[in-house]
């Protein structure tokens, strides 16, 4: 199983561009989470997926859009960077099963806006 | 409203020492997770344990251990005979079925370990 992927690990971006940042996890998780980490903080979640077709907003969702067509699938997508959305991000998954919940993570996408 | 709190933002030891890492929760909900994971300068999230809201029973792995008190709503981990390579970031965090899955995050507690 290779878990929750995410890519790039690594990437620049100039204010003003736009980017997509890929998670897919293969767990048939229905339940999905972006998150961001800004140096020295915990974690803020952006944006939430309960399921294919469903998306929420977390605690910081401005600036980012999100989407989830299918179960495996939820990109995050910056649409004019800014240097407030350097930071790393984290996607991760989790099943709803009762007995057995478990919560999986990406390696991280390091993002810097300049 | 759920809540983690981490109120040890830095713990600093000799290697060797003994440490807990203190993680306080709220929920109104019955059944929920909690979780522990470790953040390496490295960057990657590493889960450690997971626990549910209906097994209180303490567990111990190696060298790591973790208290689980729903009267106190706190699950502490401690960590014996520490080690330069235990130095991290640690999370703990809440997952709850009545609040659409949201995982909830302590700040993260930065343990040093000095040799």
């Known amino acids: 199983n290779a878990g929750v992927t995410q890519t790039p690990k690594f990437r620049i971006l100039k204010i003003g561009q736009s980017m997509t940042l890929q998670c897919t996890q293969d767990?048939?998780?229905?339940?999905m989470y972006w998150y961001r980490q800004d140096p020295g903080m915990g974690l803020k979640l952006i944006y939430y997926s309960v399921g294919a077709g469903i998306t929420d907003k977390g605690e910081v969702p401005n600036g980012y859009n999100v989407s989830r067509s299918t179960t495996e699938d939820f990109p995050l997508r910056l649409e004019l960077a800014a240097p407030s959305q350097t930071s790393v991000y984290f996607c991760?998954?989790?099943?709803?099963?009762?007995?057995?919940?478990?919560?999986?993570f990406g390696q991280g996408t390091r993002l810097t806006v300049v | 409203a759920q809540k983690v709190t981490q109120a040890q933002t830095e713990i600093s030891v000799v290697e060797k020492e003994d440490v807990t890492l203190d993680c306080v929760y709220e929920?109104?909900?019955?059944?929920?997770?909690l979780f522990w994971y470790k953040q390496p300068p490295s960057g990657e999230l590493v889960f450690l344990i997971r626990?549910?809201?209906?097994d209180e029973q303490n567990e111990i792995s190696g060298r790591y251990s973790w208290n689980f008190q729903k009267s106190t709503s706190s699950f502490n981990f401690t960590i014996t005979a520490s080690q330069v390579v235990d130095s991290a970031v640690y999370f703990c965090?809440?997952?709850?079925?009545?609040?659409?899955?949201?995982?909830?995050w302590g700040a993260g507690t930065k343990l040093i370990i000095k040799p």
């Open positions: 929920t109104r909900d019955t059944t929920y997770y």
């Open positions: 767990m048939n998780h229905n339940y």
């Open positions: 626990r549910n809201s209906f």
């Open positions: 991760a998954s989790t099943s709803d099963r009762r007995v057995n919940t478990e919560a999986f």
């Open positions: 965090a809440l997952l709850s079925m009545d609040s659409n899955y949201q995982l909830i």
